[in-house]
T-cell receptor, first 114, second 115 residues
Framework: AQSVTQPDIHITVSEGASLELRCNYS??????LFWYVQSPGQGLQLLLKYFSGDTLVQGIKGFEAEFKRSQSSFNLRKPSVHWSDAAEYFCAVGAIQAGTALIFGKGTTLSVSS | EPEVTQTPSHQVTQMGQEVILRCVPISNHLYFYWYRQILGQKVEFLVS????????KSEIFDDQFSVERPDGSNFTLKIRSTKLEDSAMYFC?????????????FGPGTRLLVL
């Protein structure tokens, strides 16, 4: 079955500390992987995506993610978290073919403490 | 930067009523989608639309749901007879196809409450 697992429902980090949000996927075809962020009352904003090539991808707001095929993982990282990063983060997997569904994880809520 | 827009932002309706949720996709995009997120649950795919046809739909997208592109800019989701369990945030998304890489861009959502 195709699925995305985000094992951490809620994470709290101190401002300035590093962050890693975990994502594991199960997908029958070549996976295209995405991280989206949702701030309260807002829609889903694309942070970064992986299609092929370099397994370390850079995104907006200083985020990066690393694709590890052997571990079926696509973890999101940020070296130094800012208070404005507090939001819900969703990992998603999709297929190469346009018009197909993205499969989302349940999301990880990030809180930032001062 | 072009954005997907959705109206209304919030809608409250009575069970059994019809609702139409509206979306304006990014202007040069060709593929359109609806997703929903029930409170506390994951974002779920409903339907995708291309060239005036449904491209793919999920089990959720039953006969109560329909989609339409009534003109060159709008993309609508209609729920014919709403149920309590239709209460959710509904997201519209659109994408183009750059090379072979598709990225879906999401709107801010419409929060639907069925009473």
């Amino acid at each position: 079955a195709q699925s995305v697992t985000q094992p951490d429902i809620h994470i709290t980090v101190s401002e300035g500390a590093s962050l890693e949000l975990r994502c594991n996927y199960s997908y029958g075809a070549t996976p295209y992987l995405f991280w989206y962020v949702q701030s309260p009352g807002q829609g889903l904003q694309l942070l970064l995506k992986y299609f092929s090539g370099d397994t370390l991808v850079q995104g907006i707001k200083g985020f990066e993610a690393e694709f590890k095929r052997s571990q079926s993982s696509f973890n999101l990282r940020k070296p130094s978290v800012h208070w404005s990063d507090a939001a819900e983060y969703f990992c998603a997997v999709g297929a190469i073919q346009a018009g197909t569904a993205l499969i989302f994880g349940k999301g990880t809520t990030l809180s930032v403490s001062s | 930067e072009p954005e997907v827009t959705q109206t209304p932002s919030h809608q409250v309706t009575q069970m059994g009523q019809e609702v139409i949720l509206r979306c304006v996709p990014i202007s040069n995009h060709l593929y359109f989608y609806w997703y929903r997120q029930i409170l506390g649950q994951k974002v779920e795919f409903l339907v995708s639309f291309y060239n005036n046809e449904i491209s793919e739909k999920s089990e959720i997208f039953d006969d109560q749901f329909s989609v339409e592109r009534p003109d060159g800019s709008n993309f609508t989701l209609k729920i014919r007879s709403t149920k309590l369990e239709d209460s959710a945030m509904y997201f519209c998304a659109s994408s183009d196809l750059t090379g072979r890489q598709e990225t879906q861009y999401f709107g801010p959502g419409t929060r639907l409450l069925v009473l």
